[in-house]
């Protein structure tokens, strides 16, 4: 079990993400476009949810607005106690490198930085701890991901599901208290998707949040609330039970 050190620190009142009545438009060549539609999403800490839907369902907006990647055009969001409509981009920027460790579909690490150097990234971003101690620290997460062995090599020389445990690791490297990951099975195998999921839950365990947008049912049916999307709205929202697998 992956123990999160963030847990003892007090959380904000209320939920740990709070979208109300978010909707999010775009210009388009086409016109104006709708991405998300009155959504409102409440997530408490220590939850492991899965977003499903069709391209084009509003999944990875949604996500974009989590992660404050992007802004709504309108709605609340507030996420870790803050309103992220709010922040200016800079404090947006800070307040991501703290709050929210995010993994993609393409793992996203720079091919020119050892793995090592990939998770030691996000610390030397936000000025936390000392050069010696984001070594020792980006170590210790490869350690848990088991990835120790691999930590001097470039990301080219690695699997693809070593790629996606190092980019694992580097989501976790600021302790964020939320993990917010964009189909991060879609490129392995399935037995490599299972070690991933597996670590997921690791780190629910210990205490973080996952929000997981995926297109594979087997591993949502595993989480304990699925939010389905369509045309950038929330079908539902209910808590399932995990199958028994």
Same mark, same amino acid.
């Given at each position: 079990?992956?123990?999160?050190?963030?847990?003892?620190?007090?959380?904000?009142?209320?939920?740990?993400?709070?979208?109300?009545?978010?909707?999010?438009?775009?210009?388009?060549?086409?016109?104006?476009?709708?991405?998300?539609?009155?959504?409102?999403?409440?997530?408490?800490?220590?939850?492991?949810?899965?977003?499903?839907?069709?391209?084009?369902?509003?999944?990875?907006?949604?996500?974009?607005?989590?992660?404050?990647?992007?802004?709504?055009?309108?709605?609340?969001?507030?996420?870790?106690?803050?309103?992220?409509?709010?922040?200016?981009?800079?404090?947006?920027?800070?307040?991501?490198?703290?709050?929210?460790?995010?993994?993609?579909?393409?793992?996203?690490?720079?091919?020119?930085?050892?793995?090592?150097?990939?998770?030691?990234?996000?610390?030397?971003?936000?000025?936390?701890?000392?050069?010696?101690?984001?070594?020792?620290?980006?170590?210790?997460?490869?350690?848990?991901?088991?990835?120790?062995?691999?930590?001097?090599?470039?990301?080219?020389?690695?699997?693809?599901?070593?790629?996606?445990?190092?980019?694992?690791?580097?989501? *976790? $490297?600021?302790?964020?208290?939320? =993990? /917010?990951?964009?189909?991060?099975?879609?490129? @392995? !195998?399935?037995?490599?998707? #299972?070690?991933?999921?597996?670590?997921?839950?690791?780190?629910?365990?210990?205490?973080?949040?996952?929000?997981?947008?995926?297109?594979?049912?087997? *591993? $949502?049916?595993?989480?304990?609330? =699925? /939010?389905?999307?369509?045309?950038?709205?929330? @079908? !539902?929202?209910?808590?399932? #039970?995990?199958?028994?697998?």
């Amino acid at each position: 079990m992956i123990r999160a050190p963030f847990a003892d620190r007090p959380l904000a009142d209320g939920h740990l993400i709070d979208l109300r009545d978010v909707v999010k438009d775009y210009v388009t060549d086409a016109g104006p476009f709708r991405a998300l539609a009155q959504v409102s999403l409440q997530v408490d800490a220590g939850e492991f949810i899965a977003v499903v839907g069709r391209s084009g369902s509003g999944k990875s907006t949604l996500m974009n607005m989590v992660t404050g990647i992007d802004r709504p055009t309108a709605g609340s969001l507030v996420v870790g106690g803050t309103n992220l409509s709010k922040l200016s981009e800079s404090r947006m920027a800070q307040w991501r490198g703290r709050t929210v460790g995010v993994i993609f579909q393409f793992f996203q690490l720079l091919p020119t930085l050892t793995v090592v150097e990939n998770v030691m990234l996000p610390m030397d971003f936000a000025g936390l701890w000392s050069p010696r101690e984001r070594l020792e620290r980006a170590m210790h997460l490869l350690e848990l991901v088991g990835l120790a062995d691999q930590a001097s090599k470039l990301p080219a020389s690695t699997s693809g599901g070593q790629q996606q445990r190092a980019a694992i690791a580097r989501s *976790l $490297a600021n302790d964020p208290p939320i =993990i /917010v990951a964009d189909e991060p099975t879609g490129n @392995l !195998d399935s037995v490599t998707a #299972e070690e991933v999921f597996t670590l997921f839950q690791s780190l629910v365990d210990g205490g973080r949040t996952v929000v997981m947008v995926t297109h594979d049912h087997d *591993l $949502a049916a595993r989480t304990r609330r =699925i /939010v389905h999307m369509v045309d950038g709205r929330i @079908l !539902d929202g209910t808590l399932e #039970e995990p199958s028994a697998a």
